[in-house]
């Protein structure tokens, strides 16, 4: 084994791969003791095995360092590496999916992880507040209405794909996003909103993130200490 192993290193693309990782700075991911909008990228660093820092702050750390301007938009996740610090969820989470190979080469199929991913972004950020008057009718109403419609083209995707993952035979951040989005909204954390919306709505969609919540890596990672 050991030889085999001194072999595979020993390949140009194994060696490049390992120079790179090297060279890169360790991100340091900055976001709250839950799940959230850091859990993808989470996710995407951990299953490509990428060595960062999961740095998890409470509430009123936050706060503070909010009120002394250490955040660029005043919000979270924000990601440090090498001096530079980046504060859209987004955009962390592509930069995870390049530097994990969670994300394609091919520029169609990348086109269409950025589709996935920020049309289920863009449909969480439709979610109105639970308090005020109106506040249960607001979300049940995003439960039961607007979240299908962003989910509707996106399972058509589903639907159609003859490949074992989203877009593609390979896992890809489209993948860990669906995964992030069904499991969070059944946790019961979000007031007035149907825990079973997610399936209901999409179950091509809640077949692929059951699927890949079977991945070892996604025990492992579900069944640690957080």
Known sequence: L??????????????????????????VLTYF????RAEPIRLAFFLGD?????????????????????????SLPV??????????SLATLRYAGKRAKFYPTDEVDALMVDYIVQTLSEGLSKLPPAAGPTGKQDREQ????????FL???????????????VGDAITIADIM???????LPSGGLDHVDPECFKKSAPALQALADKFGEQPKVKQWNNMAH
């Not at 050991?2 to 020993?10: G, I, M, N, T």
Request: charged letters at 30%.
């Open 178 to 184: 669906i995964y992030a989005v069904a499991t969070s």
């Open 33 to 36: 003791p839950v799940p959230g």
């Open 79 to 88: 990601l440090e590496i090498g001096g530079k610090v980046a504060c859209q």
């Open 50 to 74: 990428v060595d960062f820092v999961d740095n998890r702050i409470s509430f009123e750390e936050f706060g503070r360092r909010k009120a002394a301007g250490d955040y660029p938009m005043g």
């Open 152 to 166: 509707k083209p996106l399972e058509q995707i589903a639907k159609e794909a003859k490949t074992r993952w989203i």
């Open 142 to 149: 995003w439960a039961s209405e607007t979240l299908p419609k």
């Open 2 to 27: 050991h030889s085999v192993a001194e072999r595979v290193r020993a390949l140009p693309k194994v060696k490049e791969w390992n120079a790179t990782q090297q060279k890169s700075p360790k991100p």
